[in-house]
């Protein structure tokens, strides 16, 4: 069973940090592309950063450009998404995603985690 285990949220006040992490399991992610994606109430889910298996090519939104920094540990099968400078406008559930391919759409990923909140306070 293909499992991708979100955790690190919280809440922070504006200007704080934090570092989500996504574990992966359940199946070889050789390869895959690791992406974290965001959803505030309202909204649609929204491409946050992607980083390619290698760990050298990395991909945001401009929104998050400059404050956040994706990284992956390949050995742990594990992902980061350190967030900087925290907005209020950044409260969201957060996701992690994997696929073949490093795509800023959620359609193209094929597995997902179940989120982590995270509540920026101003």
């Known amino acids: 069973q293909v499992r991708l285990v979100e955790s690190g949220g919280g809440l922070v006040q504006a200007g704080g940090s934090l570092r989500l992490s996504c574990v992966a399991s359940?199946?070889?992610?050789?390869?895959?592309?690791m992406a974290w994606f965001r959803q505030a109430p309202g909204n649609e889910r929204e491409f946050v950063a992607a980083?390619?298996?290698?760990?050298?090519?990395?991909y945001y939104a401009d929104s998050v450009k400059g404050r956040f920094t994706a990284s992956r540990d390949n050995a742990k099968n594990t992902g980061y998404l350190q967030m900087n400078s925290l907005k209020p406008e950044d409260t969201a559930v957060y996701y992690c995603?994997?696929?073949?391919?490093?795509?800023?759409?959620?359609?193209?990923?094929?597995?997902w985690g179940q989120g982590t909140q995270v509540t920026v306070s101003s």
């Open positions: 995603a994997a696929g073949p391919l490093l795509r800023d759409y959620s359609e193209g990923y094929d597995y």
């Open positions: 359940g199946r070889t992610f050789v390869g895959y592309t």
């Open positions: 980083i390619r298996w290698s760990g050298i090519n990395t």
